[in-house]
Structure formats: C-alpha cells, structure tokens
Nanobody
Framework: QVSFVESGGALVQPGGSLRLSCAAS????????IGWYRQGPGKKRELVAV???????DYSNAAKGRFTISRDNDKNTVYLQMNSLKPEDAAVYFC?????????????????WGQGTQVTVSS
C-alpha cells in the first residue's frame, strides 16, 4: 500500500526558511519520480517541484530560485528546502510519486495523497 507522510511545516515569518520532508512507503522508491505539491485556501492543488528518478529537477515559476527539492533513496525520503518564504507560499504541502513523468504535472489525476503538512507565512 502506497503511503506518504509529510512533515516539517510550521509558522514562519516572511523571508524565513523551512525544510519539508516526505517519507514514502509501499513503492520501489528509487524508480519513481517524486513531486511536492501545495494547496492554498480555496485553490486547486498545484505542482511546486519535482525530482526525477535520475535526480533531475523542475520547479514551478513561483518556486524557482527559492525552493530546492532533493531525494535520499536510502531513506525513501524527499525534501523541499524553502527559502525567502512569502505569504503567498502559505498552503498545505503534499508529496506524490509516479513512474510516468507526465502525470506529475496533473495533480488532479493523482491518488494516494497523504495528510500534508501546513506551512503558514505570517508576521
């Protein structure tokens, strides 16, 4: 059974940093592409960053230059380092994994979501 457990969310001031973690189970982790997603209040879930099985990365325009995604295949864990946080980054952050890269860009079609981790950016 596929499972994702996200952690690391917190209340942080604008300009601050957070590191999110996502532990995956039930999959052959190193064979999967892994993505971070977020869903703000009243908004659709959107892709933030993705790291391929080969370690290549891609970011949303909002995340480029501020966020860094990485993976540790030994720990079945993916991380999202978020710097220079803005109030508009506030959301629940989720991760997901797929073997088909194209599917990563369509979160509405994905299943097996975890509970997510809440990020609040406020002074």
């Amino acid at each position: 059974q596929v499972s994702f457990v996200e952690s690391g969310g917190a209340l942080v001031q604008p300009g601050g940093s957070l590191r999110l973690s996502c532990a995956a189970s039930g999959i052959d982790f190193e064979r999967y592409h892994i993505g971070w997603y977020r869903q703000g209040p009243g908004k659709k879930r959107e892709l933030v960053a993705v790291v391929t099985q080969f370690g290549n990365t891609d970011y949303s325009n909002a995340a480029k230059g501020r966020f860094t995604i990485s993976r540790d295949n030994d720990k079945n864990t993916v991380y999202l380092q978020m710097n220079s946080l803005k109030p508009e980054d506030a959301a629940v952050y989720f991760c997901n994994a797929q073997t088909q890269m194209a599917r990563m860009y369509h979160p509405d079609g994905l299943a097996d979501w975890g509970q997510g981790t809440q990020v609040t950016v406020s002074s």
